[in-house]
């Protein structure tokens, strides 16, 4: 079928090849059907000479094989790179595809990558964030309606977007419906409306105008392939339940007629050959296909293709495959032995996650595997899990793990029982974790083991002074005996060997980062990353929280270490919030609250939530605030970070502040004094409502800016907070000044932030004073935007852009459904439409199609142990 209006994606497309060697990223969006791969079809025909392509595309399978694309195109690869994705790892994949796309102007096309593994998705953020080194055009090509706030490609294309020209493949019109009918005696519009212009589904109802209502694509495509001989159905089935592909070799075996057949399939649209594999020529013809095979029917397909292809299967790609179809297929002992082979590879390559569902697919097969594979798999699962941040998978495999545990010295013993205690700290299960920590300590007391024993005595204790003593004996011991892990961990843990000042903190955390860099430990490095970070961040020192966060969050990305990411995000959240960054802080909260895997440590994203809707005047404030009161109690910094929302909150609505005084005294004289900028956090907002509130003791470790308000110098105070890019407190500062020209930038400053409620307070606050100029007028943002709307408006018209209901749409901005209502009613009054429809077509003009918005689930908040 001809390309019909697509003249402006080819246009684009050609701009950027004709652009080489200047890398560049094309995100080629559209629903299923829209015509995407045929658009790169037409491209790479017409592509620039002295250009070469290379491509490949995602499989559909449960678990993919690692770096599926590439194997597509291993023939053009370089020898190297072949060899590393036969399970030299990762870095070596990397490395090896930066080299050949540094050797000549190409183009790189990976089609289907919202069904992309995780190793896939991790070499396209390395490509992405080196574009402007590599004379590449990348082409990634992907099913937007499929890409949701969910999937974790979404994160990645967000990182690309600031880069990338986004292609968007929109629906045919009915001109373009009546182009691709070429006079035919065809009810033209009704098969425009029938296919709501999908390419795709138009050239299938084309083909049989008189399929049923019903199903309408299915039953074309059925009734094409109808018209091929009744055996040629054996091809298309195995075909249908090979996404990955049916090997050419194969087709002997499914008949005398099979390669005719085959050929028949390609001539009528149904199958291609891509390489020496066949086809659907569609995903949508072959979710039709297969979906006519009946599902006995279907394990006897797949067996069929376990029997072919595992005598053959060497590659990591054809393992995967093999796996999936033994699952599929029932095949037990087959699924057992691919699948954990297919897991040991995954894991090899950093796909965590894929290694976890192989893994659980070999442990629902365990009967056919010997009982050291079973260790095995238990073991290998817990580590996969914990670094997929699935905690309570990671959590019962160890234990399971830990039971079977036979003939193993009390030093083994001990080992294993210390990492349980460890897995069952991070799954929240404190009980247990003490539990196991207790016989972790007796096991390497009774196997003399000093250096363990000390290292399970401090990991066991809750007293600050002892965690302090042993933790500098265990890091000594760890050392004399080269246990440099051991010693990382004590270095970087929260309360590893605290007690001094903050720079002492921060010299542990970084000789602890090279301490567990040295041991080639993912878990301890992850972990000195995270807490340098949040060090950085709650010291308010910008230039080493951005430092921090960006290393930590590229090198745990990098390593798909998805509960450290998870963790470095929920502290950026945090630090968003201190920059002024709102929005971004909203989006961080979204991933890290919201997220399926969220810990019992949430408040460093659960504080920049509730301040921030505090400061807006979020109907929701109230709600957001409530995870306070279950930390208040709990002492530390999370405490700190709880009682700092409620002195704000009682400045904002004039409410008490008795309670936030009571916790703050409590802290300070505690045995282990907080941070001063955690201190600040609450001491700012008594210092609004009564300064007597704050107590010598509690001044005597206030940081400057806290210091020089205190002795009235607001204006210093003010400027010491813009040193440190907090704008907003310095706004609050200037916000109570008399001075006309400070309160207008103050109020400016506010008014851009959104902070509605705090402008009525400081307005309250000037009007009590005498000022007779109190700056009002509409919201900066307002009155900035050609349709008049706020920026929370403005979020909201985005998401209606992409058809979101009020529940979703509440999703996404961490609101309450009620909420995100008003604001769909206050949009359409706004833009004077009657419509949630007409609202939305409204924001597809106004704004490009953004697949940028990347939640990932959550992760801790305070310094992890």
């Not at 003249?7 to 060697?21: N, V």
């Not at 020496?276 to 296909?289: E, F, G, P």
């Not at 609450?682 to 806290?706: E, G, H, Q, T």
């Amino acid at each position: 079928m001809p390309l019909v209006e697509r003249d402006d994606q080819l246009a684009a497309l050609d701009r950027l090849a004709a652009g080489l060697p200047t890398g560049s990223i094309a995100l080629i969006g559209g629903e299923a059907g829209s015509g995407k791969t045929s658009l790169l079809r037409e491209f790479l025909a017409r592509r620039p000479p002295g250009v070469s392509w290379r491509a490949g595309r995602c499989d559909d399978l449960a678990t993919p094989a690692s770096f599926a694309p590439l194997w597509d195109m291993a023939d053009a690869l370089p020898a190297a790179v072949a060899d590393a994705l036969e399970g030299e790892g990762r870095q070596r994949v990397l490395a090896g595809i930066a080299d050949a796309l540094r050797a000549e102007p190409s183009i790189l096309v990976f089609d289907d990558v919202q069904w992309a593994d995780e190793a896939t998705i991790d070499l396209i953020r390395f490509v992405g964030r080196r574009i402007d080194e590599l004379p590449v055009l990348l082409c990634l090509a992907y099913r937007s309606d499929e890409v949701d706030r969910g999937h974790p490609l979404r994160t990645t294309l967000g990182d690309l977007t600031r880069g990338a020209e986004r292609i968007e493949l929109p629906a045919l019109t009915l001109q373009g419906v009546t182009g691709l009918a070429g006079g035919r005696d065809i009810d033209v519009p009704r098969v425009y409306a029938r296919s709501g212009g999908n390419p795709f589904f138009v050239a299938e109802l084309l083909a049989d105008p008189d399929a049923s209502a019903s199903g309408a694509v299915a039953d074309a495509v059925l009734a094409r392939a109808a018209k091929l001989p009744a055996s040629a159905w054996t091809v298309l089935e195995h075909t249908a339940l090979a996404p990955e592909g049916l090997p050419l070799t194969l087709l002997p075996s499914l008949g005398h007629d099979a390669e005719r057949d085959a050929d028949l399939a390609v001539e009528r649209g149904l199958l291609d050959v891509f390489g020496s594999r066949l086809r659907c020529r569609h995903d949508l013809v072959r979710t039709a296909i297969a979906d006519a095979v009946s599902p006995v029917r279907q394990r006897r397909v797949h067996r069929h293709l376990v029997e072919h292809l595992a005598p053959t299967a060497t590659t990591t790609a054809d393992i995967a495959q093999v796996a999936a179809h033994a699952v599929a297929g029932g095949d037990g002992e087959r699924a057992a032995d691919f699948s954990l082979r297919a897991a040991d590879r995954a894991a090899s390559d950093g796909a965590h996650r894929e290694a976890v569902r192989h893994f659980t697919h070999a442990l629902n097969h365990r009967h056919h595997l010997t009982p050291e594979h079973v260790d095995h798999v238990l073991e290998s699962c817990a580590q996969e899990a914990y670094f997929a941040h699935d905690l309570p998978l990671a959590l019962t495999c160890a234990l399971e793990w830990l039971e079977r545990a036979r003939d193993l010295t009390p030093q083994e013993q001990g080992s294993r029982t210390l990492w349980c205690s460890r897995l069952a700290h991070y799954a929240g299960d404190a009980e247990r974790a003490d539990a196991l920590a207790d016989a972790s300590i007796a096991l390497f007391a009774d196997a003399a083991d000093t250096l363990n024993e000390t290292y399970a005595r401090w990991w066991r204790t809750d007293d600050p002074d002892a965690k302090r003593t042993l933790g500098r004996r265990t890091v000594d011991l760890a050392q004399e005996a080269g246990d440099l892990a051991i010693a990382a961990h004590v270095l970087v843990a929260a309360d590893g060997i605290e007690g001094g000042s903050a720079d002492d903190a921060m010299t542990h955390l970084e000789q602890g980062l090279d301490f567990a860099l040295r041991s080639g430990s993912d878990e301890q490095t992850a972990r000195a990353y995270c807490n340098l970070a949040y060090l950085a961040v709650v010291d308010r020192d910008r230039e080493d929280a951005d430092r921090w966060l960006d290393d930590g969050l590229d090198w745990t990305w990098a390593e798909d270490l998805a509960f450290w990411w998870d963790a470095m995000v929920d502290t950026r959240a945090l630090h968003r919030l201190f920059r002024g960054d709102w929005d971004g802080a909203l989006e961080d909260c979204a991933r890290t609250i919201d997220g399926r895997r969220a810990l019992q440590w949430q408040t460093c994203a659960a504080a920049a939530r509730a301040t921030i809707l505090l400061r807006r005047g979020d109907p929701d404030a109230g709600t957001a605030a409530t995870f306070s009161d279950e930390t208040v109690a709990d002492g530390g910094p999370d405490t700190l970070m709880a009682t700092a929302v409620h002195a704000e909150a009682a400045w904002t609505a004039g409410g008490d502040a008795t309670a936030a005084v009571a916790v703050l005294e409590r802290e300070v004289h505690a045995s282990r004094p907080p941070r001063p900028w955690l201190i600040a956090g609450v001491a700012f907002w008594l210092a609004k409502i009564d300064p007597s509130l704050i107590s010598d003791d509690v001044r005597a470790m206030l940081p400057s800016p806290l210091a020089r308000e205190l002795s009235g110098d607001l204006a210093g105070a003010a400027a010491e907070w813009r040193d440190r890019g907090c704008a907003f407190e310095a706004a609050v500062l200037e916000g109570l000044a008399d001075d006309p020209d400070a309160l207008r930038r103050a109020f400016a400053e506010l008014t851009a932030l959104g902070a509605d409620a705090t402008l009525a307070r400081l307005r309250r606050a000037a009007e009590e004073r005498g000022v007779r100029s109190v700056p009002r007028g509409a919201r900066a943002t307002t009155a900035a935007d050609p349709d008049g709307l706020t920026a929370r408006q403005v979020e909201v018209l985005r998401l209606l852009g992409e058809m979101m209901t009020d529940a979703e749409i509440a999703r996404r901005l961490t609101i309450s459904e009620k909420t995100a209502s008003h604001h769909v009613s206050a949009i359409l009054a706004r833009l004077g439409v009657g419509s949630r429809r007409e609202a939305g077509t409204h924001a597809r003009t106004r704004f490009p199609s953004d697949p940028g918005a990347d939640p990932a689930p959550g992760g801790p908040a305070r310094p992890v142990s």
